[in-house]
């Protein structure tokens, strides 16, 4: 079914990470989000988030792609779309990995299309030397995040919650039909909606 990697790299490893795209459309009520997520993309997303929802509480479309990103960020995104009224349609294409898996997870609807690719792990540090990646020990001050992650992981899909810890634990690749199944989300979508 899935592509278990344990101790995998990065799957694009030495690709420089870009500043990441964050738009808004008030007209379609849709926000996108392409590239890592960190303070900065968080804020100016949450920002739009925040704005729609206060104009109306139509429906709001949130297109992703994404390796992932800092988790304190994903928490602050996460709690935004939980909190907000709109109703928020998670749509990821291309890439939906780690801390965007997380954070699809608060969307009301999550979609992922066709040829979207999916990965959930356990949250860890990452520390750079003489720019090479590496994973650290795990800082203890993440423990929290991991559990909190667990859990939204577990609340919509059809495993329990040490089914999705082994997953996470063996850094867990899937199809966008995959996360389907194990109820990461809703539907592969075809069409537009």
Do not use: W
């Not at 009520?29 to 929802?53: K, P, T, V």
């Not at 801390?99 to 609807?109: E, F, I």
């Amino acid at each position: 079914m899935s592509q278990t990697l344990n101790n995998s790299t990065n799957l694009v490893k030495n690709t420089a990470y870009v500043t990441p795209l964050v738009t808004c459309s008030k007209k379609t009520r849709e926000i996108s989000l392409f590239g890592e997520i960190n303070y900065a993309s968080a804020c100016q997303l949450i920002s739009y988030l925040r704005e729609l929802d206060s104009v109306s509480h139509k429906p709001i479309k949130l297109f992703l792609s994404s390796e992932g990103g800092y988790i304190y960020p994903s928490n602050a995104i996460y709690d935004t779309i939980r909190i907000i009224k709109s109703r928020v349609f998670g749509i990821a294409t291309g890439c939906c990995f780690s801390s965007m898996a997380y954070l699809l997870q608060a969307c009301d609807t999550r979609y992922l299309t066709t040829s979207c690719r999916f990965m959930i792990h356990d949250v860890y540090n990452t520390v750079f030397d003489n720019e090479e990646e590496e994973e650290a020990d795990p800082d203890p001050e993440l423990l929290p995040s991991c559990t909190m992650m667990y859990h939204a992981l577990a609340e919509k899909s059809y495993l329990t919650i040490d089914q999705v810890i082994e997953l996470c634990n063996n850094e867990t690749y899937m199809s966008a039909q995959e996360a389907v199944d194990y109820g990461f989300v809703d539907a592969v979508l075809e069409k537009e909606i």
